[in-house]
């Protein structure tokens, strides 16, 4: 079992920033990704970005050029750096661990953290 704990959700200005932090623990992988989706009110949970062990990142449409993942291995923890805020970008930010062993995927995810972006 992989266990995260996110911090940093809050409110915020549009034009704002806000830094997200997810720490795992537990039984971590060797070979994982780690990231975040978030889940507005009434919309389906998307992607906003999520990085792999080695680095490689991959962003959804909405956090291209505003927001940067980034993580530290060594501290097994994940950080979302989100710049230029806006009203649409209010909603619950979920971290989520997908840990990779013998051709199995196992995933796992935070309670969430809300973030709200006020006009």
């Known amino acids: 079992q992989v266990q995260l704990v996110e911090s940093g959700g809050g409110l915020v200005q549009a034009g704002g920033s806000l830094s997200l932090s997810c720490v795992a623990s537990g039984s971590i992988f060797s070979i994982n990704v780690m990231g975040w989706y978030r889940q507005a009110p009434g919309k389906q949970r998307e992607l906003v970005a999520h990085?792999?062990?080695?680095?490689?990142?991959t962003y959804g449409s909405s956090a291209k050029g505003r927001f940067t993942i980034s993580r530290d291995n060594a501290k097994n923890t994940v950080y979302l750096q989100m710049n230029s805020l806006k009203p649409d970008d209010t909603a619950v930010y979920y971290c989520?661990?997908?840990?990779?062993?013998?051709?199995?995927?196992?995933?796992?995810w935070g309670q969430g953290t809300q973030v709200t972006v006020s006009s």
């Open positions: 989520y661990y997908l840990g990779y062993i013998a051709n199995n995927e196992y995933e796992y």
């Open positions: 990085i792999t062990h080695g680095g490689g990142t």
